[in-house]
């Protein structure tokens, strides 16, 4: 996470898949009783999802609390070092993405003479999972490779609608990790082919032929992993 800031003004689908996936599977994680907690956020990007939904469900009196962010796509590594972080009946709750069109477009983008350069390595920011017929069935194998031997898995399909151009534009620039590769008078343009990549892939819908006025729908799959030591 290389643009906090920007991030944190820009991230409604992150907030949101948080709180949903909080509200219905933040009941599993078994907080101590007695002893004193500790609870270390992976991928907690500016940190605003942690602060507002992760710490008011966390044990008020004694809980240290940490968060960290990365950026590669690590998953089996992520995986083993959260299993060797947990004490035994440590758990975790995971959420991240299989499938979203953003990893289509980077493709399609890393493609062009004019982006190819700062894109050279467009593999490590597509999820593993993107063209995976049986996400599930590999992320089960990972968990079960690494020792865990309780866990849920959960895919859900999703959809987020950006409300404008300029929506969608800050959402991508928040995560786009190919932009500060870019001089700052071509980062705009990058933009520009990413809005237009989506409308050629028929993402967006605009009823009143206004350019303000274009919504732009954002199918994807979230996988939700619940695992005890």
């Keep these: 996470m290389n643009k906090p800031n920007l991030y944190h003004r820009a991230n409604g689908v992150q907030r949101r898949d948080a709180k949903e996936i909080l509200d219905e599977h933040g009941h599993l994680l078994r907080w101590r009783e007695n002893d004193e907690d500790s609870l270390l956020d992976i991928g907690c990007g500016s940190?605003?999802?942690?602060?507002d939904f992760v710490i008011p469900i966390a044990p008020q009196k004694r809980a240290r609390v940490l968060g960290t962010d990365i950026s590669e796509q690590m998953v089996r590594t992520a995986f083993s070092n959260i299993y060797n972080l947990l004490t035994s009946s440590g758990d975790c709750l995971l959420g991240f993405l299989a499938r979203n069109p953003i990893f289509d477009i980077y493709d399609q983008l890393s493609l062009s003479g004019k982006w190819s350069k700062y894109m050279t390595d467009v593999d490590k920011f597509i999820?593993?999972?993107q063209y995976c017929?049986?996400?599930?069935?590999?992320?089960?194998?990972?968990?079960?490779s690494v020792g865990f031997t309780k866990y849920k898995i959960h895919i859900a399909d999703k959809i987020y609608v950006y409300e404008g151009i300029d929506s969608?534009?800050?959402?991508?620039?928040?995560?786009n990790p190919f932009s500060e590769r870019m001089p700052l008078d071509l980062q705009e343009d990058f933009l520009n082919d990413y809005i237009a990549v989506v409308r050629r892939m028929s993402l967006s819908e605009n009823c009143c032929g206004d350019e303000n006025d274009y919504k732009f729908i954002t199918p994807y799959k979230l996988v939700v992993v619940y695992a005890m030591k």
């Design 47 to 51: 940190g605003d999802v942690l602060i």
């Design 127 to 129: 999820s593993p999972y």
């Design 133 to 144: 017929e049986n996400p599930a069935g590999e992320i089960e194998e990972i968990l079960s």
């Design 168 to 175: 969608l534009k800050k959402a991508v620039q928040a995560v």
